[in-house]
């Protein structure tokens, strides 16, 4: 954790998983896509710094705004903080500007998949977690006001220390709250049983097919910010592939698996672009890859069925 007297701000590239909602409208002759995001644990903020507040200042891209995420790996740009030390934070008063979303799984109007932006986040001061921590212990100590009554989860009194009158009559009360417990326990189970029974959206079908180095489609986009996602549309089995554009080098031996992996496209041209998929390692039969290219305007998808010798190429024309 950061040692901190006050709030501190966090900028930098984030990167990781989400699970929403999502609604399609028609506004001005124009389809717009509405998301509601929940962010899940283990997200990844990289090249981070310190920075000022900019919940003062007005922000003018596309952004998105959310009250907290838990659970970020901050991994510093030690060109700029030789000394920090990453580690995992909590966020409050989030927003990711410039954010590409991926929805490549959905059930109905539910959705999943990846989010990536630039991340700015402020981290409460080490004070104040005190002080949280001085009202969890305090609430044991003093008579409750039932007027203001904060409920605290990760502190609890072991019962030996109370005075034996006291447990006795505390005992009733006690064995009720454990019946009510395990009744809660067991309807959770009971609910993540059904929700285990429906099975995981497909991905939707490959608007191009490509399985063969001589067949080459054109893919055209509005700008140059692009992000290409991979993952095995079959079971995964070690395969790896080297992903060019223009012949020069973006991904090497990238291992495919059922999880989604995006990286952002930099280096493309106004005009043609070539892109080139190279299997670099096969598992059990063909390299199987699914290929999703998307910018703020387009998306494009296709499955690859790669043999041994065999390439994947395509263009992409950026207008």
């Not at 002759?29 to 644990?41: E, R, S």
């Not at 285990?196 to 939707?204: D, G, I, Q, R, V």
């Not at 223009?246 to 672009?273: F, H, R, Y």
């Not at 998808?301 to 043999?307: A, D, E, P, W």
Request: with cysteine; charged share 20%; aromatic share 8%.
């Amino acid at each position: 954790m950061i040692a901190r007297d006050n709030i501190i701000f966090i900028k930098g590239s984030f990167r990781g998983k989400y699970k929403g909602m999502l609604t399609v409208g028609i506004a001005k002759n124009t389809m717009h896509k509405i998301y509601a995001v929940d962010i899940l644990p283990n997200a990844i903020i990289e090249h981070a710094f310190f920075t000022e507040d900019y919940r003062t200042s007005e922000i003018t891209e596309n952004f998105i705004k959310l009250e907290t995420v838990v659970d970020v790996n901050v991994l510093f740009d030690k060109s700029v903080l030789p000394q920090a030390i990453d580690s995992k934070e909590n966020f409050t008063d989030v927003v990711i500007t410039n954010f590409f979303i991926s929805d490549s799984g959905k059930i109905g109007n539910k959705t999943h998949g990846e989010i990536s932006g630039t991340f700015f986040g402020c981290i409460k001061p080490l004070k104040a977690l005190k002080e949280e921590k001085k009202i969890i212990i305090d609430s044991h100590q003093r008579p409750i006001n039932t007027e203001s009554i904060v409920p605290q989860t990760n502190h609890t009194q072991p019962i030996n220390t109370l005075p034996l009158p006291q447990l006795w009559r505390m005992r009733g009360c006690f064995f009720k709250f454990l019946q009510l417990l395990g009744l809660l326990m067991l309807l959770l189970f009971m609910l993540r049983h059904c929700n285990s029974c429906n099975t995981p959206a497909p991905l939707p079908l490959p608007m191009l097919d490509s399985l063969s180095q001589d067949f080459t489609d054109t893919m055209a986009f509005q700008n140059s910010n692009t992000y290409i996602t991979f993952n095995d549309w079959d079971k995964a089995d070690n395969d790896r592939i080297t992903v060019k554009i223009n012949d020069e080098i973006i991904a090497k031996n990238v291992l495919i698996t059922n999880a989604l992996n995006s990286i952002q496209i930099k280096n493309l041209k106004k005009g043609n672009n070539t892109l080139e998929i190279i299997p670099t390692s096969f598992g059990r039969g063909n390299c199987t890859v699914n290929v999703e290219i998307s910018d703020s305007q387009n998306t494009f998808r296709f499955q690859c069925n790669i043999k041994k010798g065999q390439t994947v190429k395509k263009n992409l024309s950026v207008n």
